[in-house]
């Protein structure tokens, strides 16, 4: 029974490199989304996803792309790493938008240096 | 901007008090979500509330919606420990139902 499987738990990145923050869910929901949470912040939206194919962007999208080739998979790629992206980034996936429940992962805590 | 505004950031009391957390937005919306969050974890989702005026509980936790379904309260009695965590709450964004907008959170400490 995983639910929502981020990989990996923390990371350490160079400013300018790039990487790609894994998210899987095995509940079939349609609707995936990232967040960030910083201190005082509460959780951020940068990128959600209604299905397979579709993204669109969210409140803080700038440096981040994702993909949705798989009803399981929703990746989070950060193109060129910058210490302003220094977070918690929280995977969600859910059986549909808005009223229905969000099933979190465990997060990965991102340093860059 | 932040859509939803929660009060008070930090709240740090005696366990056995009561106490109330606020979520406020200036939006109207469809429904709303409270979650909590423990140290390491993501948001566990606790309640959705729907219509407004409505009032769930959820043993010693009360959630109520606005009637304007503007804003919500999560009232905790005769708080324990194990109540301590990141309460958050959540609603549709204004443009678009499909973006989850989370509040800034209250994070709650109580004291054996």
């Known amino acids: 029974n995983a639910g929502v499987t981020q990989t990996p738990k923390f990371q350490v990145l160079k400013t300018g490199q790039s990487m790609t923050l894994q998210c899987a869910q095995d509940?079939?929901?349609?609707?995936m989304s990232w967040y960030r949470q910083d201190p005082g912040m509460g959780l951020r939206l940068i990128h959600y996803?209604?299905?397979?194919?579709?993204?669109d962007q969210g409140e803080v999208p700038n440096g981040y792309n994702v993909s949705r080739s798989t009803t399981e998979d929703f990746p989070l790629r950060l193109l060129s790493a910058a210490p302003s992206q220094t977070s918690v980034y929280f995977c969600?996936?859910?059986?549909?938008?808005?009223?229905?429940?969000?099933?979190f992962g465990q997060g990965t805590r991102l340093t860059v240096v | 901007t932040q859509l939803l505004e929660q009060s008070p950031q930090f709240l740090s009391i005696q366990e056995g008090e009561n106490l109330t957390v606020y979520c406020n937005s200036s939006?109207?919306?469809?429904?709303l979500q409270w979650y909590r969050q423990e140290p390491g974890e993501g948001p566990v989702l606790l309640v959705t509330v729907v219509t407004g005026g409505e009032v769930k509980k959820l043993k010693r936790l009360t959630f109520q919606f606005g009637d304007a379904r503007k804003d919500s309260s999560l009232h905790i009695t005769a708080a324990q420990p194990g109540d301590t965590g990141l309460y958050l709450c959540a609603g549709e964004g204004p443009s678009s139902a499909s973006k989850i907008i989370f509040g800034s959170g209250t994070r709650l400490s109580i004291r054996p």
């Open positions: 996803s209604v299905g397979a194919g579709i993204t």
């Open positions: 939006s109207v919306f469809s429904s």
């Open positions: 509940m079939n929901h349609e609707y």
């Open positions: 969600a996936s859910s059986y549909s938008h808005a009223v229905t429940e969000a099933f």
